[in-house]
């Protein structure tokens, strides 16, 4: 097995990846890196040797004998590499392009802010409880989510872009598991609703779900 996804399970950025390559029928091993025990485990040497910002995922590829972060990039290339199974990015330039500023939208706008690093710094160096910190990423969740709501409006069919599946259902699935976490009442966003169930009915995504993975506490 030459693809090695290293990753936390409820890392919203891995969750990601994971949904991409079940959904590109790819084997892979996964190796957890636990966040928070031993002062996370994506500190000590031996991942920072694979990636030195010290953040998850992480994707080494054996047989190209190096290693990727970023979730983007990470499927970006998983796309390119393996040309034969599912196409998360459409061929056609313009919607390409529209496709990767939904997934951006999310992955480079919204997901930052709840990042753990940030919710830690928001504990520890503002000492923010924990009900503040739920009420900051549902705050960024609810603007975020709603500059969406809105453009779907122009576009969304069963999935984002009409009816096949994209880099930007990939994205945001994980972002809406992130709002809910938090408690954020999905309601006002009927159209995000819909489509994060189509998707979350297909196998691809179960799979992937935090829950489902073995670094899960039980």
Partial sequence: MSL????????????RVRIAMNLKGLDYEYVPVHLVKEGGEQTHDTFKR??????VPALVDDDEDFAL????SIIEYLDERYPETIQLLPQHALERARVR???????????????????????EDFHANDDAVAAW????????????????QTQAG????????T?????LVPQVYIAKRFGLDMSAFPLISSICEHCESLEAFIAARPENQPDCPE
């Fill in 50 to 55: 694979l990636n030195p910002a010290q953040l």
């Fill in 137 to 152: 990423v549902r705050n960024w969740s609810q603007i975020g989510f709603k500059a969406i709501e809105e453009r779907l």
């Fill in 69 to 72: 972060n970023q979730s983007l």
């Fill in 158 to 165: 069963k999935y984002c872009f009409d009816f096949d599946i």
């Fill in 4 to 15: 090695k996804l290293y990753g936390y399970w409820r890392s919203s950025a891995t969750y």
């Fill in 167 to 171: 880099l930007a259902d990939v994205c």
């Fill in 101 to 123: 500023a939904l997934a951006y939208d999310i992955a480079m706008e919204m997901q930052p802010l709840g990042n753990l690093r940030v919710l830690n710094t928001l504990r």
